[in-house]
Nanobody, 119 residues
Framework: QVQLVESGGDLVQPGGSLKLSCAAS????????MGWYRQAPGKQRELVAA???????NYADSVKGRFTISRDNAENTVYLQMNSLKPEDTAVYYC?????????????WGQGTQVTVSS
């Protein structure tokens, strides 16, 4: 079945940077919109950033100007570069692949990677 494997989560000080990666397998990666979501303790999962098949991106207001999403279709990988990290960025970050076809939605999730921003 489809596999999405995130990596790159870590403990980082406020103001620091991290780059998350999500490697996809058993999927035609290029036809999926890829997204990064996060879920902090006691909060709902929220969209952080997404990138379409044509490279169009969108970001949550809280991360605009600090985070950058990118994709490498040759490597079946999506990235999230996170700069100027804040304690409120602390969460489990999840990778998502989604496409819609014939009235159906096909959506897959990774297992998540922990990002902790703390001094």
């Amino acid at each position: 079945q489809v596999q999405l494997v995130e990596s790159g989560g870590d403990l980082v000080q406020p103001g620091g940077s991290l780059k998350l990666s999500c490697a996809a397998s058993r999927i035609i990666f290029s036809i999926y919109t890829m997204g990064w979501y996060r879920q902090a303790p006691g909060k709902q999962r929220e969209l952080v950033a997404a990138i379409t098949t044509t490279g169009t991106t969108n970001y949550a207001d809280s991360v605009k100007g600090r985070f950058t999403i990118s994709r490498d279709n040759a490597e079946n990988t999506v990235y999230l570069q996170m700069n100027s990290l804040k304690p409120e960025d602390t969460a489990v970050y999840y990778c998502n692949a989604v496409r819609r076809s014939g009235g159906k939605e096909y959506s897959y999730w990774g297992q998540g990677t922990q990002v902790t921003v703390s001094s």
